[in-house]
């Protein structure tokens, strides 16, 4: 999200801080919320912000259960970075619809991702983060079956059909269209290149926070995830 992140805030009529997570993050969800947690708990008002806004969906429910602490925290109603990128539920809809095995490039991902045998989703991991999520299998299920569950997840490719590259006309993007690319013929999919629209990053950054495509919780209030089209909502207490 870092190029389309720093280029809205960039256009946004209101001064906007940017903060990034690191990447592994996504292959621990609950690390993930409690990082998110702690960086949303430790805003302070006197610095003169408005809100807190988040360019996250629910990230693998990482999201789901943060609270807003000292200011309204606001966050898209979306599944994961998908939506974003597309720059709506209703395309991501009909995306997945016409091919539900498709595996997603951005220019950013590509850039920061490792090479590494059992990536996931549209995110990758370290080898780092590989031995931790092995490590931690191994104590919740023994050695033997952490072995087997790391075989399985190295079979993501089996899932996958289409290769799409994402192009949000950020910039250069030439090499990242050419990873998906020869991803796909080395996996056997076909690759497609869809043209992003960041309209949704810009109203997260603008202020422009319609009910229908985002959540605004009051200090105080917890995302709690739902089903249906709204997808998350302010748990009720």
Request: charged letters at 25%; one cysteine or more.
């Amino acid at each position: 999200m870092a190029r389309p992140v720093y280029f809205a805030a960039a256009l946004s009529p209101h001064t906007v801080d940017v903060t990034m997570q690191p990447f592994g993050l996504h292959m621990r969800p609950n690390k993930l919320r409690e990082t998110l947690q702690a960086q949303v708990d430790e805003v302070d008002p006197a610095r003169g912000y408005d809100a807190v806004v988040l360019a996250y969906g629910l990230c693998g429910k990482a999201t789901d259960g943060l609270k807003a602490a000292q200011l309204p925290l606001i966050i898209p109603r979306a599944h994961d970075c998908i939506t974003l990128f597309l720059g709506g539920k209703g395309r991501y809809a009909e995306e997945f619809e016409r091919c539900p095995g498709t595996y997603w490039y951005v220019r950013d991902f590509v850039e920061r991702s490792a090479l590494d045998p059992i990536p996931l989703s549209m995110g990758g991991y370290t080898s780092d983060d590989a031995d931790a999520i092995f490590a931690e299998f191994v104590e919740k299920y023994g050695e033997d079956n952490a072995r087997y569950l790391v075989d399985v997840l190295g079979n993501w490719q089996s899932h996958y059909e289409r290769a799409a590259y994402v192009d949000l006309e950020i910039g250069e993007g030439s090499d990242a269209a050419e990873k998906a690319r020869s991803d796909a013929d080395a996996n056997g999919w076909r690759f497609e290149q869809l043209t992003g629209d960041l309209v949704l990053i810009k109203r997260l950054l603008w202020g422009d926070w319609g009910e229908d495509d985002f959540l605004v919780l009051q200090p105080g209030e917890t995302i709690e995830m739902i089903g249906g089209a709204e997808i998350i909502q302010v748990a009720k207490p």
